[in-house]
């Protein structure tokens, strides 16, 4: 059986978790969370989640991780067969991935920890985050899906990376980054309403308290 590890708080892990579900693949959740010990260094070559374990071994990177399984696993597809539109679906996944979640994730320190960022990491973080949601803009279909009429590895990120970077922005900078983008909004109703992703969202606010209390121990 596939073992997902990492822990329900990270949105990482909660992507593949949500890929895992959606494809109805059995696995289990092994908790594990992110360090450089031999222990986690022995599954993890960074250290990070998540980790995919399977019969020859682990499997690493989000990105990496959604596309083995997709190639290796039965269930529902995630990615287009056709290769023109594949790769648009993997564009997108990368392009939320590199303009919205990374830049957004410079300042969760603040948005969510109270913790002080100087002003000019997030001057850089509003900045990237203006042009990663007007890329979006322009790229994604949201028809009703991010890209097209089926849900794809492009909504995962979707999913777990744009309400995380429009809590940065509302926070931080008083904008709101999907003002102009209705049918984006609309999407994350919609993909809320998903019972897989009300589970996993049951998961995570059942994991907050110990994982917020481990922060606090590391101030």
Known sequence: MLKLYGFSVSNYYNMVKLAL???????????????????????????????????????????????????????????????????????????????????????????????????????????????????????????????GDSLSIADLYFLYSVPLACAVGQKLFGIDLLADMPAAKALLERLERNPNVQRIAADKEAAMPAFMAMVASKK
């Open 21 to 147: 579900l959606e494809k109805g693949l059995p696995f289990e959740e092994v908790p594990f969370y992110a360090g450089q010990s031999p222990e986690a260094l022995a599954i993890s070559p960074r250290g990070k989640v998540p980790v995919l374990g399977v019969e020859q071994g682990f499997v690493n990177e989000t990105a990496v991780i959604l596309e083995y399984i997709e190639q290796s696993q039965k269930g529902t597809p995630l990615l287009p067969s056709d290769p023109f539109e594949r790769a648009q679906v993997l564009a997108l996944a990368k392009e939320i991935e590199l303009y919205i979640e990374l830049p957004g994730r410079a300042c969760y320190g603040e948005a969510f920890f109270g913790m002080p960022l100087p002003d000019a990491i997030k001057d850089k973080t509003k900045a990237e985050l203006l042009l990663g949601f007007a890329s979006l803009g322009r790229h994604g279909k949201f028809a009703p899906y991010v890209a």
